[in-house]
């Protein structure tokens, strides 16, 4: 966040901002490595530079909205599950039959 380039400081992220960013950057990471994507793969597709999907990646941007729905509709989940708090358990997924 830090200072922009007109010298104005750019307001730091609450809280909750910071969490929902980091969740998001971890089940992003852990979804693409499920899919075997690399960033430099997954990126053109999004039509998004790898800078950006790394930034994402590591909590330090969000994606646009557009962004987030081309990154669900490509990883094959509903956008909620880039949020889901429990990854492995995510109640957004199918489940299987036992």
Do not use: Y
């Not at 960013?21 to 999004?46: F, I, V």
Request: charged share 30%.
């Amino acid at each position: 966040m830090g200072n922009r380039t007109d010298g104005r400081r750019t307001p730091q992220p609450c809280e909750a901002e910071r969490k929902t960013a980091e969740l998001l950057a971890t089940n992003l990471r852990l979804w693409r490595m499920r899919q075997g994507l690399l960033q430099k793969q997954l990126a053109p597709e999004l039509h998004v530079g790898i800078s950006a999907l790394s930034a994402w990646e590591k909590g330090d941007r969000f994606p646009l909205p557009t962004n987030l729905d081309l990154l669900a509709k490509r990883l094959g989940v509903p956008v909620k599950c880039l949020f889901c708090k429990d990854f492995e358990n995510c109640s957004c997924l199918p489940q299987d039959p036992d």
